[in-house]
């Protein structure tokens, strides 16, 4: 089992700056990926962001490439999003997420397994 704690969120402008992070407790195994998702009201949950934990290889979605930085910490029970020139379209809850194992697709909602309750991100224009 694994617990996950996000904070981090909160309100910036439009061009400014925040890091998400998730604190993770119980086993994460070299094979799982961390990832970040973010829901904006009326809209599905989407992946954002996500880190293989055994090689530290990342993934993005292309809105946030060059943008947001996803990393790993703390032998991999810590995870953090730095997001940098946000825009009004990044405001949503953001989630994150321990898939188990390898995702088929690393940034597919349904590839993982455990799920933090979410910090939310207001961007104001």
């Known amino acids: 089992q694994v617990q996950l704690v996000e904070s981090g969120g909160g309100s910036v402008q439009a061009g400014g700056s925040l890091r998400l992070s998730c604190e993770a407790s119980?086993?994460?195994?070299?094979?799982?990926?961390m990832g970040w998702f973010r829901q904006a009201p009326g809209k599905e949950r989407e992946g954002v962001a996500a880190?293989?934990?055994?090689?530290?290889?990342?993934f993005y979605a292309d809105s946030v490439k060059g943008r947001f930085t996803i990393s790993q910490y703390d032998a991999k029970n810590t995870v953090y999003l730095e997001m940098n020139n946000v825009t009004p379209e990044d405001t949503a809850m953001y989630y994150c997420?321990?898939?188990?194992?390898?995702?088929?697709?690393?940034?597919?909602?349904?590839?993982?397994?455990?799920w933090g309750q979410g910090t939310q991100v207001t961007v104001s224009s």
């Open positions: 997420a321990v898939s188990v194992g390898i995702p088929t697709m690393p940034l597919r909602e349904s590839d993982y397994k455990y």
């Open positions: 119980g086993y994460i195994g070299y094979y799982d990926f």
């Open positions: 880190v293989y934990t055994g090689t530290d290889s990342t």
